[in-house]
């Protein structure tokens, strides 16, 4: 999860790639997932342009690479979820972690949430 720079999203948003590139390798969406989140009518669709511009996610993606590969997984069966965080009143926050919440609570996933904290 990452704030949105390059667009305004009332909400939250989710990519339609099939994967992201790295400097390190490919790493896999789960197209299934976020099929299922836009589903719920909650999380919008990022289009191309919006998501290759959106560097607050990208940013972590080869740590992610590298923690995966760390854990002894293949990079083709972990699977990541990314979502940009826009404008969110306090009522959207409880909608999403409810949404979010057995996710959460299951130990095989893991979440990374870039605080964009800082620039280089």
């Known amino acids: ?10 909400g939250c948003s989710i990519s339609g790639c099939d994967s992201y590139d790295t400097p390190l390798g490919e790493l896999t969406l789960d197209s299934e997932l976020l099929r299922e989140l836009a589903n719920t009518g909650k999380f ?59 996710y959460l609570e299951d130990p095989q996933n893991a979440f990374v949430i870039s605080t964009d904290f800082c620039h280089w």
Do not use: C, F
């Not at 999860?1 to 009332?10: D, R, S, T, V």
């Open 44 to 102: 919008t669709w990022l289009s191309l342009k919006a998501d290759e511009d959106e560097h607050s996610i990208e940013m972590h993606l080869p740590y992610i690479y590298k923690a995966i590969e760390r854990a002894g997984k293949s990079h083709k069966s972990v699977k990541i979820v990314p979502i940009v965080v826009g404008s969110i009143s306090s009522a959207q926050e409880k909608t999403y972690g409810t949404l979010l919440k057995p």
């Open 1 to 10: 999860m990452g704030p949105a720079h390059h667009l305004y999203i009332n």
